[in-house]
């Protein structure tokens, strides 16, 4: 049948205060989908409920890079940054990057950096400090690098709204290209170039890229432009760009864009280069985490992503970088050791800033559509990732301020359909903000703490305009209905055929009905380690929930052992217990009277 109507399984407000719905999908052509590719029919019925048909879902299943990279000509400014590079390389420049401290912004820079080193010439790359500096290009930054030699710097995941530093820049004699995909207004900075698919100008159908995505289609063209120059010979060969794709692939998944199309094969070539072990920052990255298997989108999102982050939060900005760029073993194993330790420290101050934020939160007004909570003394590193938890928790926008002398820094995080980014844009050009800028999902502003209020009412407005109410409705999306006795290999095997999973082609998740808690075992910082069986006990699953310590969830599930519980997630490789294993990661639960 086609998607079911009203709360599956009845669960209108679960543990986690969500309401199940099972996601739509068309029964016919995911028939067709099976049968045309033969294929199970439960990957036909998944295709589908991500919106794949019978047409795309050959190249869905099977991306190729070939058939998915465009020609980065046809982004604007393009041709005149390649040109400008070009001529840096032929004329031995030591080329600036100018990088941001995220993820994407240190995937960017090393993609960068390894690509010039490689074709022999110099690059110095430089990360703000996340709290002496903040965002984006600034005028004593970009004018030290000038000092330094440096006449043309490469700005990447960031710089499309940087007007006066850009204009001080130039002013300075320094060249300015930007590698972006922020949302940008109508005037743009003064630069050489400004390479990014969400200028208001620009016709690219390819919006959804991260920062490193664009940055990959700039190193193509420059190569390209070698290549026909007559650069290339005996004695500097061409460089391999397939196999920086582990970087692409690292900074895309983290930036939580949507993997789907040209996003969706990087990923897919990019996860297989990373399996081959060749970046030297990457094998001890993952040997500091514990990480022993083959890498895929879940090590990359939620073991290697938050190390990484990690540096620019509570440490050195420019470690991402500096790791990921790296072909020195030692060097590589000492940054991610010291990277691995700034997480454990920014785990246990996001720990604390968080419950005070939720604290703050369930005993202010707040707007219907926007979380906002603002303090002293939280640490301007964790805000982002505070933000998204209360996202999480809320299903609404988060915006989390931390405030010290007067001035705020602010980070937001959205939901599907309520655009932040452009809201926070508006909101400093109606004069609210000193700074500030993001995309849909995300956005990052500088704000002065007498203008916290009219911020907060302004960016409730402007998200709440036309808003359909049901978007505010706490969800939880499921798949399927599974059996215990049907989570098995095999079932595993088929799921592995969506691969890559993320945003756009979220992991499946399935809903098991009326399972008894068997066994709870608290592991690790506040896991939930749980044995779940079918009423008659003829089956069993592991499952374990993650960060669930002194939660509703935590609490439910430990005090429930022997009666019977719906119970929701994600199948997994239970890499615990090795070979065909398979358990259960649960992401909520309920009684069986939650809809009642």
Known sequence: MDGAEGALLAVDRSVCGRRWRMRDWDDRVGQAIAERLALPDIVGRLLTQRGIDLNHAPGFLAPRLREQLPDPSHLRDMEIATARLVRAVRDRETIGIFGDYDVDGATSAALLTRFFAAIG????????????????????????????????????DCGTTAHLPLAEAADAGLEMIVVDHHVAEPLLPRATAIVNPNRLDESSRHGELAAVGVAFLLVVAVNRALRQAGCYSGALPEPDLLGWLDLVALGTICDVVPLVGLNRALVAQGIKVARRNANPGLVALAAAAGVDELLDTYHFGFVLGPRLNAGGRVGAADLGARLLATDDPVEAAELAGRLDIYNQERREIEARALEAAIAMVETTPQSPVLVFAAAEHWHPGVIGIVAARL??????????????????????????????????????????????????????????AENLDALRDFLAERLGDGLDRELLVPELAIDGTLSIGAAQSELMDHIAKLAPFGAANPEPRFAFAAVCVAHTELVGTGHLRC???????????????????GTPLGQFLAQTRGAAIHVAGHLRRDGWRGGDAVQLVIDDAASITAGS
């Open 531 to 549: 044995m779940l069986a079918d009423t008659l006990d003829t089956a069993r699953l592991p499952a374990i929930a993650f960060r669930v310590g």
């Open 391 to 448: 996202k999480e928790r809320y299903q609404r926008p988060a915006c989390v301020v931390a405030l010290a002398g007067g001035i705020g820094r602010g980070s937001g995080r959205s939901i599907a359909g309520l655009p932040l980014g452009p809201a926070v844009i508006a909101a400093r050009q109606a004069g609210l903000l000193i700074s500030g800028g993001g995309h849909a999902m995300a956005a990052g502003f500088t704000v002065s």
């Open 121 to 156: 010439t110099r690059t110095r790359i430089y990360v703000p400090d996340r709290l002496r500096e903040g965002y984006g290009p600034n005028t004593p930054a970009l004018l030290r690098l000038r000092d330094e030699g440096v006449r043309v710097v490469v700005a990447v």
